[in-house]
């Protein structure tokens, strides 16, 4: 059996942001839609989020996908039901794994710039991100329309002046547009951000040992 999609999961479950189309709104918590691409496929992502804790959910074929993430970074869980397959695993990542994933970030400048536009109902302006190693640029597009957990922004993002509503994710040298096209304030269901405990824990090296085609 094939997991697809890890490293492009791994991406976005790291950087997502959590956003609104009500102006003005303060979330602490509630339940975001978010648009995607993995390996060329549109891909819709079901987010939750409070002050302390993110998941992310969404299919992959036959596969059921749920990442777990804490606000600070510290851990970080892919949950994986194939139900079809009998297989209920949970990738648990060390601290060290973190540590590389997020050095893995760039370090971006940022320069406002006068263009607007409306993203998923948000009053967008374009601030123009640059990579300090390689000098790439990006368009960051960011609402003040809302206010979220700033624990919920990309760490990369964090001096946007805004909250990024459609900006370019980065993750093991590869890049993903993200858009957040819908929030609302319902509270995650019950046990969303803990790992049920019929799912067998593995490490990341299982999990990585899956996608290439193992079991």
């Not at 992502?45 to 992959?60: G, I, K, M, V, W």
């Not at 397959?85 to 949970?90: I, W």
């Not at 000098?135 to 329309?145: G, H, L, R, S």
């Amino acid at each position: 059996m094939k997991i697809k999609l890890f490293s492009a999961a791994l991406a976005v479950a790291l950087t997502s942001t959590f956003l609104s189309a009500n102006a003005q709104k303060n979330f602490t918590q509630g339940t975001i839609t978010v648009q995607t691409d993995m390996r060329g496929q549109t891909v819709t992502l079901t987010q939750y989020f409070r002050p302390d804790s993110n998941a992310q959910t969404f299919e992959a074929g036959p596969a059921k996908i749920r990442l777990l993430s804490d606000a600070n970074y510290k851990s970080f869980v892919i949950l994986v039901d194939v139900s079809a397959f009998n297989v209920k695993k949970a990738a648990v990542y060390t601290p060290d794994e973190i540590d590389q994933v997020t050095a893995g970030f760039p370090t971006l400048t940022f320069a406002p710039t006068t263009e607007t536009k409306q993203i998923s109902g948000f009053n967008c302006k374009k601030v123009i991100a640059t990579d300090t190693k390689t000098q790439k640029t990006y368009d960051v597009w960011i609402t003040n329309d809302v206010t979220i957990p700033t624990t919920s922004i990309p760490r990369y993002y964090a001096a946007t002046g805004g909250v990024p509503i459609q900006y370019t994710a980065f993750q093991q040298g590869q890049s993903t547009v993200v858009t957040i096209t819908s929030i609302t304030d319902a509270k995650a269901p019950a046990g969303t951000f803990s790992v049920p405990a019929d799912f067998d824990k593995i490490s990341k090296d299982d999990l990585e040992a899956m996608s290439r085609g193992g079991q």
